[in-house]
């Protein structure tokens, strides 16, 4: 990739570094599927928190269906804990880029109940935003062209490791 990125393994340490001061034992991390589960996972060793990891699934709530966007990942259910009303939930995600994700992310978890409080967690933030969204806790920013994407992939030993590609 000859865009220099820090290794994910780096990018997971910085965010554990700017969140620890404000997690608390019943901090829940939520990890937006795909790649955000992933860092999720990663993250919540890293802070040692002891309340499950919870999981969503943004597909049903995307408003770019039409783009070919929201439901290529299979419609996975979400996994949340029983009750978020007035939980403290961190949203993790890999890339944020226009802030479509993360207002999806918001309605599923206003479909559970209602939050004491939603923070936003990415470990790139490469610009480009079409809603007026930013991240609570940001490891990295880049500008990367429209025409590219930016991908966190997983290799089967586990490894995290990002991928730049033309659309």
């Not at 999981?55 to 949340?80: C, E, M, P, Q, T």
Request: hydrophobic share 40%; charged share 20%.
């Amino acid at each position: 990739m000859p865009m220099n990125l820090p290794p994910v393994t780096d990018l997971i340490a910085q965010l554990a570094k700017q969140m620890r001061p404000h997690i608390t034992p019943a901090t829940v991390l939520v990890g937006i599927h795909t790649g955000g589960v992933w860092a999720a996972e990663v993250l919540h060793a890293a802070l040692g928190l002891t309340t499950p990891l919870a999981s969503i699934d943004v597909s049903y709530h995307r408003d770019d269906h039409h783009l070919g966007n929201g439901l290529k990942s299979g419609g996975r259910a979400s996994h949340l804990p029983d009750n978020v009303e007035g939980a403290h939930l961190v949203l993790v995600d890999d890339v944020l880029y226009t802030g479509r994700t993360i207002r999806a992310a918001l309605n599923e978890i206003f479909d559970y109940g209602r939050p004491a409080k939603v923070e936003y967690a990415v470990l790139i933030d490469r610009g480009g935003r079409e809603l007026p969204v930013a991240a609570t806790y940001c490891a990295h920013a880049v500008v990367v062209p429209a025409s590219q994407s930016l991908d966190l992939q997983r290799s089967d030993a586990g490894q995290l490791s990002f991928s730049l590609s033309e659309k």
